[in-house]
T-cell receptor
């Protein structure tokens, strides 16, 4: 079945550092890929998405590129802020005909220190 | 507008009791999902409703779990004869038909003692 693997945390960074969270997936066909974020005390929210190979999703300074050849969707941000401290989840959904149920990675906790 | 709401926010129950968890999706969203977030299993899909179609129950972990969606809106997840391993945060999400973004509720934290 489908699966998502992402780097384990916690990841501790200083403000303005570069952040990368690795994510790889196993799926049949061409899934859609997502990064969700869970800020402390808040619910899950969509951060960015990419629905086909070579698409780049971006939001709030974060970027991730859908790499079919390496089955990866790594999340990057060039200069993190304390407010980026959160748990980040990589996820996929199957091709359109199968509905949009999400398969999540294990989550990566990021802590940004001032 | 109002987001996805869930009730109760916290539920403590004794092993063997039945519980009902409620989800109110965003008005107009035809798709509704239940997920479970637990320490041991991470975030896992449970069940998916889309309009009047038969629900996708492929993620339900056992026959103690069931869910219904009345009138295409509110959904109730029922867990019968709860076990300690059912302790988790149960998340509900909704979306427009054929839209990628799912909007999540705050979750119900279930503790089985």
């Amino acid at each position: 079945g489908d699966s998502v693997t992402q780097m384990e945390g916690p990841v501790t960074l200083s403000e303005e550092a570069f952040l990368t969270i690795n994510c790889t997936y196993t799926a049949t066909g061409y899934p859609s890929l997502f990064w969700y974020v869970q800020y402390p005390g808040e619910g899950l929210q969509l951060l960015l998405k990419a629905t086909k190979a070579d698409d780049k999703g971006s939001n709030k300074g974060f970027e991730a590129t859908y790499r079919k050849e390496t089955t990866s969707f790594h999340l990057e941000k060039g200069s993190v802020q304390v407010s980026d401290s959160a748990v980040y989840f990589c996820a996929l959904s199957p091709p359109r005909t199968a509905g949009n149920k999400l398969t999540f990675g294990g989550g990566t906790r990021v802590l940004v220190k001032p | 507008g109002a987001g996805v709401s869930q009730s109760p926010s916290n539920k403590v129950t004794e092993k063997g009791k039945d519980v009902e968890l409620r989800c109110d999706p965003i008005s107009g969203h035809t798709a509704l999902y239940w997920y479970r977030q637990s320490l041991g299993q991470g975030l896992e899909f449970l069940i998916y409703f889309q309009g009047n179609s038969a629900p996708d129950k492929s993620g339900l972990p056992s026959d103690r779990f069931s869910a219904e969606r009345t009138g295409g809106s509110v959904s109730t997840l029922t867990i019968q004869r709860t076990q300690q391993e059912d302790s988790a945060v149960y998340l509900c999400a909704s979306s427009l038909a054929n839209e990628y973004e799912q909007y999540f509720g705050p979750g119900t934290r279930l503790t089985v003692t």
